[in-house]
């Protein structure tokens, strides 16, 4: 496995985006791609959200400007898990007659980032898809380089905070210790995280076919980790960006997420040695198939 690391990448002028003012439309009737469907000319850009009314118009618009019709084709899916305060009206109304913003609302018990973001994939229209969060703490411009990535080769392309021109702003020193602790967590859990600077990271992009026929079972939030736990890929790249605190809503974490992801990451390292972690109500049962 080849992991490279992109720094100082130039991200190109683009002209203004388009207007807002889109008049009301209905959410289409989504379906699952089929594989005649999806086509590698263009990017899908996964948002997932949850009570992000105050920052979803914004990041659709920056997404679609980064983007120009006429230099590369993308769509922008919102995946929402039917928000309390109606995310999900919010991208139909102001871009409605825009084909390429499509909504899911999740309406069901299942909810997570990490499992909107699967049927994000599922519905994607093209081979190249990203993630990126709704509340601006991922630059939308730094979607250019992933993009690039993958054309250049990359089966997958992470965006870091850690590698040269990556960063962090305004957290406190817990926090980073906190951050720092994670990830060094999910390295020796996870053979395959190991030489990934940011495996927790939450902004990357990824060719459906390192997904393609892979049950994905993600907990929590930390969806790049079922990934590369999981995925069929051979390069992955990483690009720096820095990681910016919310300016508006209030953040999703909570203590129930972070025990998830000590859960998720348990099943993986089991499942990266050969064992097979399946879960029932009350128990969780673990067999080796080395011994089979």
């Known amino acids: 496995m080849a992991i490279t690391n992109l720094t100082d990448q130039p991200v190109r002028d683009v002209p203004s985006s388009p207007d807002l003012d889109r008049g009301h439309s209905e959410s289409p009737n989504l379906q699952p791609a089929t594989e005649a469907a999806v086509t590698s000319t263009g990017g899908t850009i996964i948002i997932p959200t949850f009570n992000e009314c105050e920052n ?14 006429s230099q590369f084709d993308v769509e922008v899916v919102i995946v929402d898990d039917d928000s309390d305060d109606y995310t999900w009206q919010y991208p139909p109304r102001l871009f409605g007659h825009d084909p390429r913003v499509r909504v899911i609302r ?11 973001v699967t ?3 599922d519905v994607a229209k093209y081979e190249y898809c990203a993630v990126i969060d709704a509340d601006l703490q991922h630059p939308p411009e730094k979607l250019v380089d992933l993009f690039r990535a993958l054309d250049r080769g990359a089966d997958i392309a992470i965006g870091s905070r850690y590698v040269s ?3 962090i702003e305004n ?3 817990l926090r980073k210790l906190v951050s ?3 990830t060094v967590l999910a390295r020796i859990a996870l053979p395959n995280a190991r030489y990934v600077s940011d495996p927790l990271s939450g902004f990357f992009a990824v060719r459906r076919s390192v997904v393609g026929g892979v049950t994905l079972s993600p907990q ?19 690009v720096p960006y820095v990681f910016s605190e919310r300016e508006r809503g209030e953040s999703n ?9 000590l859960e998720h990451l348990g099943q993986l390292a089991f499942a990266s040695r050969g064992f097979d972690v399946t879960e029932s109500d009350d128990t969780k049962q673990v067999s080796d198939h080395r011994l089979l």
Do not use: H
């Open 220 to 238: 929590g939030y930390k969806i790049l980790l079922e990934i590369l736990g999981k995925g069929s890929y051979e390069t992955i790249v990483e």
């Open 56 to 69: 979803i118009s914004q990041v659709i618009a920056i997404c679609l400007k980064v983007f120009p019709v």
């Open 165 to 167: 021109g990556g960063g």
């Open 180 to 182: 720092k602790g994670a």
């Open 171 to 173: 957290w406190s020193v």
């Open 119 to 121: 049927n994000g994939f």
């Open 106 to 116: 999740r309406q069901t018990s299942d909810k997570g980032l990490a499992k909107s």
């Open 253 to 261: 974490l909570t203590a129930t997420e972070y025990r998830q992801f």
